[in-house]
């Protein structure tokens, strides 16, 4: 059988409702549909975690800027109900725009200084749209447990923190960068990727292992990680790079020494495509 869609709140709080009065708990993940094994990770991470497991498939509007690709964002529901439905899935959220954003919605939600860095910076309000639909999902959902993906490193990070400020009784869960076998971290973009671009992709992740390697092997000069980065990944065959950065993993600002935990964060445009990496380093 394949994973039921709803499409309404007053339905999935049914479902949800009656789940928890069975005692079961109940696991999420959200998501904007085109779904692909990295999609997948998370729903099995959800279904061993937790007896019960919802997905979303929302492309949220609000998170896309006015020139961003909202209108040709891939919408691929019954392929999606089908990766849900071997994922072990048991219940998609599926809603209208009308839904989640009824008329005269205002109310927003910030995660401030997290949001104005690498991917917040690039794209103004961002961030604010994703950390508003992710409480509405909350709220609508009531989940135990919420699964994200290390892909996304930022967006974890302001969750997180959106969490733990506001006290949303949920917990938030991290889970590894589902990759190609080339390195390549999935993505719902990738196909937007014509085969030249998708020939030079997993360059961004290699530019990404090479930073690590520096550090191991005892650099610990941020500047100097970023620029060999940044030149790396700026010799890509048609890669223009939006931001390479070298980060405090809490922080997310710009750290003089490799003398606590960071990430490496990147965002490379191949063609119109915009795509986002990142690699962490140990503490
Ligand atoms: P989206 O692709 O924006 O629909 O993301 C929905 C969720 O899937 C987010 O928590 C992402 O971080 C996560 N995700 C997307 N791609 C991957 C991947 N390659 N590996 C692991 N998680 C991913």
């Known amino acids: 059988m394949l ?46 975690t937790s007896g019960f497991a919802v997905v979303s498939v929302f492309v949220n509007p609000t998170q896309f ?24 899935a048991d219940l998609i959220f599926a809603p209208s725009v009308e839904e989640m954003y009824p008329e005269r919605s205002v109310a927003v939600v910030e995660v401030k200084g997290l949001d104005e860095v690498l991917d917040g910076a690039s794209r103004p309000g961002h961030f604010r749209g994703v950390c508003t639909v992710v409480l509405k999902l909350f709220n609508i959902v009531r989940p135990d447990v919420a699964h994200f993906g290390a892909k996304d490193y930022q967006q974890a990070r302001i969750i997180t923190q959106m969490v733990r400020d506001l006290n949303v009784p949920v917990e938030v869960r991290v889970e590894p960068t589902v990759r190609e076998p080339d390195g390549l971290a999935m993505s719902s973009r990738n196909r937007y990727l014509s085969p030249t671009e998708r020939a030079s992709a997993p360059g961004i992740y290699q530019a990404l292992r090479n930073v690590r390697d520096r550090a191991r092997a005892g ?7 970023e620029s060999a980065l940044a030149a790396e990944l700026a010799a890509i065959p048609g890669a223009r790079v939006d931001y390479a950065r070298v980060v405090d993993a809490d922080t997310l600002r710009p750290i003089a020494r490799l003398d606590r935990p960071a990430v490496a964060a990147v965002a490379v445009f191949l063609g119109a495509t915009r795509l986002i990496d990142n690699v962490s380093f140990g503490g």
Do not use: N, S, W
Request: charge should be positive.
């Open 219 to 225: 650099e610990i000069d941020a500047a100097r990680l």
């Open 65 to 88: 800027g006015p020139k961003e690709d909202f209108a040709k964002y891939p919408r691929t529901l019954e392929a999606d109900q089908k990766v849900c439905t071997e994922a072990g």
């Open 3 to 48: 994973t039921p869609i709803v499409t309404t709140t007053d339905e999935v709080r049914a479902v949800v409702g009656a789940v928890r009065r069975q005692g079961r708990t109940v696991g999420f993940v959200p998501t904007m549909g085109a779904l692909h094994a990295g999609h997948a990770a998370l729903v099995r991470a959800a279904r061993r």
